[in-house]
C-alpha cells in the first residue's frame, strides 16, 4: 500500500483551539485484537478499531493466514481459525509501515509449520528484526532476512516449537509479545522475565480471550510474564479505547496554542502507556483527567486540556516504556516550555521508523529551538516562542509529522513539512480532527 506524497506548510492558529473530538483507536490495542481474535476459536467483533493503513495490513496478512475478517457498519468481524491452523500465505504478507505488526506476526509464524515471507514499505524495510528472530530461533524456526536482520523476512516455523525461557535484555512489549505469542502453538510453558516493565496489551488481551497468563514479581524489580501451551483462545469481543499516542498531538497543541480548551474523550489510560500525561503534568500542565473507567480490561477516561505556561522538566529513563512513541511531541512541549529539560535514556529512539532522536533534534534546530544530545540524552533549553520558518523532513515518520504540525501551530514563522502522507498510517483524519477544533490546517 503506497501512500501518495503530500507536503504541508502550517502557520500559527490564529485563535485558541476548542471543542471535544474522540481520537482514533488504540494502535496497539487493534494489532492485537486483530491477530487474536485470528487465533480465537468462534467469532469476535470488534468495535473502535483504528482504520488507518498499518492496522489494515494487519488485517489483510491474517486473511491471507486463514482467518476471516470482515468490516461492518460500526464493527469489525473476525471468525478465528484457532491456534495452531494458521494456513500457509500464497503471497508475500505486506505489513505497511508497521513495526508492531511486524515483529508480533513473527512471533506466530515461529511455531506453525508453514512457510511465509513478510515485507512492508521502505521504512520498515529500514528496521532492524534481529531482536525478535534471536530468541525466536530457538524455538526451531528457521530466518532469512536481508544484510542487518532487515525485512524482506522469511519464517519456516516449526511445527514442534520449544517454549522459551527469555529474558529481555531491554524493554520491549514487542520482543515480549512475540516471545509470548510463539508460546501459544509449543507444548510447555513460555516465560519472559522483563526487568524493566513495558506494555502489557498482550497479557490482558490474552486473559480477555481466556489465556491463563501468569504475572509475578521479578526478585530485583520488574516481572515474569508465563503461559502454558498450547492454548486455546475463545472468541471475546473487544472494545478498542482511543490511542494515548494520537491523543498526545491535539493535547500538546492545546498547551501551546493561547486560549485553547479541548476535551479528548475514550483515551485510554493504561498505566504503561501514561508517561506523557505524568511528565506533562509535572511541566504544570493544565490537563485534568475526567470519567475514568474501564472498558475491554483497560482504563479509559477524557483529558481536559486548556493552554498554560509549562516550565523544563527532567523525565528519567525508566519512563521510556510508557511514553516510547511521545517523546518528538514532548520535545515539541519542552521547546515551548520555561527553563531547561533533559529527557534521559532515549537509545531506542534510534532503531523507530527513522533515527527520532535525530530526526527530533533537526526538527527542533531548523524552527530555532536550542537543543542538543549527551549521549542517549536529549537537552532542550526552553523559550516562551520560536521563530519557526523551518523545512522539516518527516523520513516517513508519522509522529515526526505530527510533531512539526504542532510546532507550527504555536510558532512565529509558518513550518512546511516535506511529507504528511504517512499520518494516515496511525492517525487517519488528523488533519481534519484538528481543524474541528479550530486549527484552521491547509494541504
Given at each position: 500500500m503506497t501512500a501518495q506524497h503530500r507536503p504541508l506548510t502550517v502557520s500559527a492558529s490564529p485563535a485558541g483551539l476548542c471543542g471535544r473530538v474522540h481520537v482514533p483507536g488504540d494502535k496497539s490495542i487493534s494489532h492485537r485484537s486483530l491477530m487474536f481474535a485470528a487465533l480465537a476459536q468462534g467469532t469476535t467483533q470488534i468495535s473502535g478499531l483504528l482504520e488507518g493503513e498499518d492496522v489494515l495490513c494487519t488485517a489483510g496478512a491474517l486473511r491471507q493466514l486463514g482467518a476471516k475478517i470482515t468490516r461492518g457498519e460500526t464493527t469489525w468481524r473476525v471468525e478465528g481459525c484457532g491456534v495452531g491452523q494458521l494456513k500457509e500465505p500464497s503471497d508475500v504478507l505486506d505489513m505497511g509501515n508497521s513495526g508492531t505488526a511486524a515483529r508480533l506476526l513473527t512471533g506466530l509464524?515461529?511455531?506453525?509449520?508453514?512457510?511465509?515471507?513478510?515485507?512492508?514499505?521502505?521504512?520498515?524495510?529500514?528496521?532492524?528484526?534481529?531482536?525478535?528472530?534471536?530468541?525466536?530461533?530457538?524455538?526451531?524456526?528457521?530466518?532469512?532476512?536481508?544484510?542487518?536482520?532487515?525485512?524482506?523476512?522469511?519464517?519456516?516455523?516449526?511445527?514442534?516449537?520449544?517454549?522459551?525461557?527469555?529474558?529481555?535484555?531491554?524493554?520491549?512489549?514487542?520482543?515480549?509479545?512475540?516471545?509470548?505469542?510463539?508460546g501459544l502453538n509449543c507444548q510447555g510453558t513460555t516465560v519472559v522475565e522483563e526487568p524493566i516493565l513495558s506494555r502489557d496489551h498482550t497479557e490482558n488481551m490474552l486473559q480477555h480471550f481466556g489465556v491463563d497468563v501468569q504475572v509475578s514479581p521479578l526478585e530485583g524489580g520488574g516481572r515474569t510474564i508465563s503461559l502454558q501451551g498450547p492454548a486455546t483462545l475463545t472468541a471475546r469481543d473487544v472494545?478498542?479505547?482511543?490511542?494515548?499516542?494520537?491523543?498526545?498531538?491535539?493535547?500538546?497543541?492545546?498547551?501551546?496554542?493561547?486560549?485553547?480548551?479541548?476535551?479528548?474523550?475514550?483515551?485510554?489510560?493504561?498505566?504503561?502507556?501514561?508517561?506523557?500525561?505524568?511528565?506533562?503534568?509535572?511541566?504544570?500542565?493544565?490537563?485534568?483527567?475526567?470519567?475514568?473507567?474501564?472498558?475491554?480490561?483497560?482504563?479509559?477516561?477524557?483529558?481536559?486540556?486548556?493552554?498554560?505556561?509549562?516550565?523544563?522538566?527532567?523525565?528519567?529513563?525508566?519512563?521510556?516504556?510508557?511514553?516510547i512513541d511521545e517523546y518528538p511531541i514532548l520535545a515539541v512541549a519542552c521547546a515551548f516550555a520555561e527553563g531547561t529539560s533533559r529527557l534521559q535514556g532515549l537509545a531506542e529512539l534510534r532503531v523507530k521508523e527513522s533515527d527520532r532522536l535525530a530526526s527530533t533534534v533537526a526538527l527542533l534546530e531548523v524552527n530555532g529551538a536550542r537543543v542538543h544530545v549527551e549521549g542517549d540524552d536529549l537537552i532542550i533549553e526552553g523559550q516562551p516562542s520560536l521563530p519557526g520558518g523551518g523545512q522539516v523532513l518527516s523520513h516517513m515518520d508519522h509522529r515526526l509529522a505530527m510533531s512539526a504540525?504542532?510546532?507550527?501551530?504555536?510558532?512565529?514563522?509558518?513550518?512546511?513539512?516535506?511529507?504528511?502522507?504517512?499520518?494516515?498510517?496511525?492517525?487517519?483524519?488528523?488533519?481534519?480532527?484538528?481543524?474541528?477544533?479550530?486549527?484552521?490546517?491547509?494541504v
Open positions: 509464524l515461529a511455531t506453525h509449520p508453514i512457510m511465509s515471507v513478510m515485507s512492508g514499505d521502505s521504512s520498515l524495510r529500514s528496521r532492524p528484526m534481529k531482536r525478535v528472530t534471536a530468541p525466536l530461533s530457538e524455538t526451531g524456526a528457521q530466518f532469512l532476512t536481508r544484510e542487518g536482520q532487515r525485512l524482506p523476512l522469511a519464517v519456516q516455523g516449526t511445527g514442534a516449537g520449544k517454549p522459551l525461557q527469555y529474558r529481555l535484555p531491554v524493554a520491549s512489549a514487542q520482543v515480549k509479545s512475540a516471545v509470548l505469542l510463539s472494545v478498542v479505547p482511543g490511542d494515548p499516542s494520537s491523543a498526545s498531538f491535539p493535547l500538546v497543541a492545546a498547551l501551546l496554542v493561547p486560549g485553547s480548551d479541548c476535551v479528548i474523550e475514550g483515551v485510554g489510560l493504561n498505566p504503561l502507556r501514561t508517561g506523557l500525561f505524568i511528565s506533562l503534568q509535572e511541566m504544570g500542565a493544565s490537563l485534568e483527567i475526567l470519567n475514568e473507567r474501564i472498558e475491554g480490561g483497560e482504563s479509559v477516561g477524557d483529558l481536559h486540556v486548556r493552554a498554560g505556561t509549562l516550565k523544563g522538566v527532567t523525565v528519567p529513563p525508566e519512563r521510556v516504556p510508557s511514553m504540525i504542532v510546532l507550527g501551530l504555536a510558532a512565529q514563522k509558518p513550518v512546511s513539512i516535506d511529507d504528511t502522507a504517512f499520518i494516515e498510517t496511525s492517525f487517519p483524519g488528523f488533519v481534519d480532527l484538528m481543524n474541528t477544533l479550530g486549527a484552521g490546517i491547509t
